[in-house]
């Protein structure tokens, strides 16, 4: 962040400038090092803060953090001071809301703070998740291979969502298509048939008829349409965001026939991807079900895992817990659970279950996009054809009555 100041010099003249620096109390620690006296010092307001602002407000996606991670791992990992690492990130990093972040946690560092703790004073961009990875990096000294671990489970997740919008862009790119000719075919089309009817002055077949003011309709009161749809949408969104609503989301979410197989999956390779990586750092078992808990984002799940984390602190096994839910964990991840709590190496044994859900989630994205071209096409030609019909029956209807 920029400051800008007036202060007097050693030979007590005033001079004014700006300085650079992480905080207000740094920037004044750094003018006095070259032995200028403070006077007024404020944060440099420019022209383009409202953007700023807004840009503030966006999400550090998942991929920016892997990427942040890795490159901190490495620099770590070369015995780069950790000040200086962070330093050099927030330099080359181009979102404004994490560039101050992590200026602010080298700031908060350099005044004595171990990194799990500078970490942790930005809660909404590192969970609690990532603060106890970085926390038994330190106790055991490996540091750096804790922050590798971070960005590895970073961008499992992150591939995974990005397959998932992949999928969907081929149908998002088909329904705009779908919108765009329903334009053109109510805004300029239409108009022009109705023009012709007119002129002939005969009265045109009844389903002519009802197609043209269908049409003529949905030109003059799109607006109301369009609404409707954008308060629908808005109270969907919000509905979902409250916590009844985000209840039964969760829970119609995992009985579609078509989608609930693969979100637990997906589900099924998070929670393994967090207890093992958790697990290989050295938390403790109940802790990592306590920090995996939190992370868990399907409500159905969270309680699962709470019922796991309690009846485990009693003396019961993971695997006799989760065959109580066998319609949310499968057989064979019950199976390997039993077999690392049996062997004593349920980590490798989860990240074996994440490597064969990876896989498994890469496959059902696969094939549902394969499957998804033909029935999108056929549906999309079912549409044209429709609208086809519509445009070409008005055009016999007046040629016809012609």
Same mark, same amino acid.
């Given at each position: ?5 007036? #202060? ?8 004014? @400038? ?9 920037? $004044? ?17 420019? *022209? ?11 999400? /550090? ?11 901190? %791992? ?16 927030? &330099? ?11 200026? *602010? ?12 703790? &500078?970490?942790? $004073? ?14 038994? @990096? ?28 992949? &999928? ?11 919108? +765009? ?87 099924? $390779?998070?929670?393994?991807?967090? /207890? ?43 695997? &006799? +817990?989760? #065959? *109580? ?12 659970? *039993?077999?690392?709590?049996?062997? @004593? ?8 279950? +994440? ?25 999309? @030609? ?11 029956? %008005? ?8």
């Amino acid at each position: 962040m920029k400051y800008t100041y007036q #202060a007097r010099n050693q030979e007590g003249k005033m001079e004014s @400038g700006m300085v650079e620096a992480y905080s207000k109390e740094a920037a $004044a620690e750094l003018l006095q090092k070259y032995n200028i006296f403070v006077t007024f010092l404020e944060e440099e307001r420019t *022209k383009e803060f409202f953007f700023k602002k807004i840009e503030l407000g966006r999400k /550090i996606s998942k991929k920016e953090l892997a990427i942040f991670f890795r490159q901190l %791992s490495i620099m770590m990992g070369s015995r780069v001071p950790v000040i200086q690492s962070l330093s050099s990130l927030a &330099a080359q990093t181009g979102k404004i809301s994490f560039k101050e972040a992590i200026a *602010k946690i080298a700031g908060l560092i350099e005044e004595g703070l171990p990194l799990s703790e &500078a970490f942790a $004073a930005y809660p909404k961009i590192f969970n609690n998740f990532y603060i106890n990875l970085i926390k038994s @990096g330190e106790a055991s000294g490996k540091i750096s291979e804790a922050l590798y671990n971070i960005s590895e489970h970073l961008e499992r997740e992150s591939d995974i969502i990005a397959q998932v919008r992949q &999928a969907m862009v081929y149908p998002v790119f088909v329904i705009s298509f779908l919108f +765009v000719t329903i334009v053109v075919i109510t805004t300029f089309l239409i108009p022009k048939i109705a023009d012709l009817i007119k002129e002939t002055g005969v009265r045109p077949p009844l389903f002519t008829l009802a197609m043209l003011n269908f049409y003529k309709f949905l030109g003059i009161y799109w607006w109301i349409f369009a609404i409707l749809s954008l308060v629908f949408v808005a109270l969907a969104i919000y509905y979902f965001k409250t916590g009844q609503g985000r209840r039964n989301y969760d829970q119609i979410s995992l009985k579609i026939p078509v989608a609930k197989e693969f979100l637990k999956k997906v589900f099924l $390779a998070r929670f393994c991807g967090n /207890i093992s990586a958790l697990l290989i750092a050295g938390v403790s078992i109940n802790k990592a079900l306590l920090i995996t808990e939190e992370t868990v984002n399907n409500n159905v799940y969270r309680k699962i895992v709470s019922e796991i984390e309690q009846k485990v602190s009693e003396g019961e096994k993971i695997s &006799a +817990v989760m #065959a *109580k839910h066998q319609d949310y964990f499968s057989p064979f991840v019950i199976q390997m659970v *039993k077999v690392g709590e049996e062997t @004593g190496k349920l980590d490798k044994a989860l990240t074996e279950v +994440v490597s064969f859900y990876q896989k498994e989630i890469k496959r059902t994205i696969d094939l549902f996009s394969v499957l998804l071209e033909p029935v999108v096409i056929i549906l999309l @030609g079912i549409m044209i054809t429709f609208l086809a019909m519509s445009v070409l029956s %008005s055009l016999y209807g007046v040629i016809g009555t012609v």
